[in-house]
């Protein structure tokens, strides 16, 4: 993500460059009304695939906020599952005794049973 962070940084300074020569570019067509140059509308293009992919990289953002939203709902609803499934080790282990002589635990409630 700071790669693309990074990524997004350059672009985004590639774009203010572009936004700079578009302007002067404009300017100079202020003064040739009926001559546009190569130049201007190569950045015009250029303006365009910049918005593009800023637009590309916000989506990518969204997604993976999507993502990690998704992910801690997830984690929200196996919340009661993992506490039960924790005071379930708890109670088992409570209910096991060591073996003074072996120093193996055992199930008290396994033996009452059998």
């Not at 130049?39 to 999507?66: C, M, P, R, T, W």
């Not at 109670?91 to 635990?105: A, C, I, Y």
């Amino acid at each position: 993500i700071e790669k693309l962070a990074d990524i997004e940084q350059q672009q985004l300074q590639k774009y203010k460059l572009t936004d700079v020569a578009l302007a002067e570019a404009d300017a100079k067509a202020k003064d040739e009304p009926n001559n546009i140059s190569r130049e201007q509308i190569h950045l015009l293009e250029k303006k365009v695939e910049n918005e593009k992919l800023k637009f590309s990289l916000s989506g990518y953002y969204a997604e993976v906020a999507d993502n990690k939203r998704t992910k801690r709902q997830i984690n929200e609803k196996n919340e009661p599952a993992k506490l039960q499934r924790q005071e379930a080790i708890e109670n088992n282990e409570l209910n096991k005794t060591r073996d003074h002589v072996t120093g193996n635990k055992f199930s008290l409630n396994k033996i009452l049973s059998n």
